[in-house]
């Protein structure tokens, strides 16, 4: 079945820059769109974009355009998310979830999350 | 961006009670939304999606309705494993962007 599994934990100081890994099983990786949600402490889920692993392009929800990086090694089945000049309110648990075979822009099976805490 | 408002923003109802959640969009969006159930701690897991096709393997009391700008999710019959907050995400236009959520106990 699929799973995604992400890494864990991180602590950063703002500023700084961190690199989320999410690696699939139970499907190849460049057959999907890996969706990147985020979530605050309390807080609704935030979209943030997409990666089509199979040609490596991306779309980035335009409140995070310049900060963020998606891509993605095929070889490992591995997807990642990098923000950088990270902030004390980017501190969130950030989900990677997979885009439906019918329809890329549809999330549906999700990581566990990754919970990024930026504090100085 | 689209603004989707879902009401209410929390709900306390009984085992068994008939629940419904509404989500409006800000412009149309056809059929391009989906429910979502988030325990706490707990990744979302899709419910509901092209505005009304239940995901396999979720109960047969959840369903979803509605085209255009307004859309309900319906549970039949509550049930105490129920207890969650739900999210609507349209996926009409950029931004993807979701409710702010309906928090839903049991009473």
Redesign the interface.
Known sequence: QVQLVQSGAEVKKPGASVKVSCKASGYTLSAYYM?W?RQAPGQ????MGWINPHSGDT?Y???FEGRVTMTRDTSINTAYLDLNRLRNDDTAVY?C?RG?S??Y????D????TLVTVSS | DIQMTQSPSSLSASVGDRVTITCRASQGIRN?L?W?Q?KPGK????LI??ASSL?SGVPSRFSGSGYGKEFTLTISSLQPEDCATY?C?Q?HG????????TRLEIK
């Open positions: 969706h949600v609704g889920l935030e979209w779309y929800a335009l409140s989900y979830a439906d019918g329809d822009l549809r999330p549906v999700w990581g566990q999350g | 391009e989906g979502y988030q990744a979302p897991k899709r999606y092209a995901q999210y995400l996926h950029y931004p993807l962007t979701f409710g702010q959520g």
